[in-house]
């Protein structure tokens, strides 16, 4: 949620957050709100549900991606590599749902 609130302070400033405060591309601000938001929303279902061999490879990839990525310059949500960490939380989170909506068909 941090990464959320600070991507809408740099789009709505046009600044990093952070010191020296440089211009920041506003559409890269929009790039890591939306994988923020996106991140969390496919993650809320693990506090509910217990945690699948697919969820818990899925975590780790996400897990690992982000720490590939999160320590460069550049920190941007278009990297292939954060790409397959989210999208592999999505496929995490459609297996569920369709293992889901097959229980509570008759």
């Excluded at 601000?29 to 279902?45: P, Q, T």
């Excluded at 697919?54 to 897990?63: G, K, S």
Aim: aromatic share 10%; no cysteine; charged share 20%.
């Amino acid at each position: 949620m941090l990464g959320a609130v600070k991507s809408v302070i740099v789009l709505l400033t046009g600044r990093d957050v952070f010191a020296p405060h440089t211009p920041f591309p506003r559409v890269e601000a929009l790039e890591l709100l939306v994988f923020a938001v996106a991140s969390v929303a496919l993650m809320v279902r693990f506090r509910k549900n217990p945690l699948t061999v697919i969820d818990r490879v899925a975590l780790t990839v996400y897990l690992f991606s982000v720490m590939w990525h999160g320590d460069q310059v550049e920190f941007s949500a278009a990297t292939p590599g954060l790409a397959l960490g989210l999208f592999a939380l999505l496929v995490a989170w459609l297996v569920h749902w369709r293992k889901t909506d097959k229980e509570e068909s008759p």
